[in-house]
Nanobody, 116 residues
Framework: QVQLEESGGGLVQPGGSLRFSCAAS????????MGWYRQAPEKQRELVAT???????NYADSVKGRFTISRDNAKKTVYLQMNSLKPEDTAVYYC??????????WGQGTQVTVSS
């Protein structure tokens, strides 16, 4: 089981930016698909973005052009840069390690609130 420690998040005004970091405990980090998911109140958890070990990325349509996922394999850390934030981005954001979100490891979750 990979331990994931998230940092970042908070309260931001619409149009603002935030950056998440997620540090992993495994020395096999470079082999893991890493992802960010989010869950808004009374909604199911949804994919935000994923990145393969080689850097191939995948984004939800709702965040394309605004969010950027990246990773530093040497630091065993994955990042999520969120720009042009909207109120509908308000959710708890989770870091995930693994190719299948039904399996793998999850971070503790971090609240993002976009509000004026």
């Amino acid at each position: 089981q990979v331990q994931l420690e998230e940092s970042g998040g908070g309260l931001v005004q619409p149009g603002g930016s935030l950056r998440f970091s997620c540090a992993a405990s495994t020395n096999l980090f470079s082999f893991y698909v890493m992802g960010w998911y989010r869950q808004a109140p009374e909604k199911q958890r949804e994919l935000v973005a994923t990145i393969s070990g080689s850097g191939r990325t995948n984004y939800a349509d709702s965040v394309k052009g605004r969010f950027t996922i990246s990773r530093d394999n040497a630091k065993k850390t994955v990042y999520l840069q969120m720009n042009s934030l909207k109120p509908e981005d308000t959710a708890v954001y989770y870091c995930h390690a693994g190719a299948d979100s039904r399996l793998g490891s999850w971070g503790q979750g971090t609240q993002v609130t976009v509000s004026s």
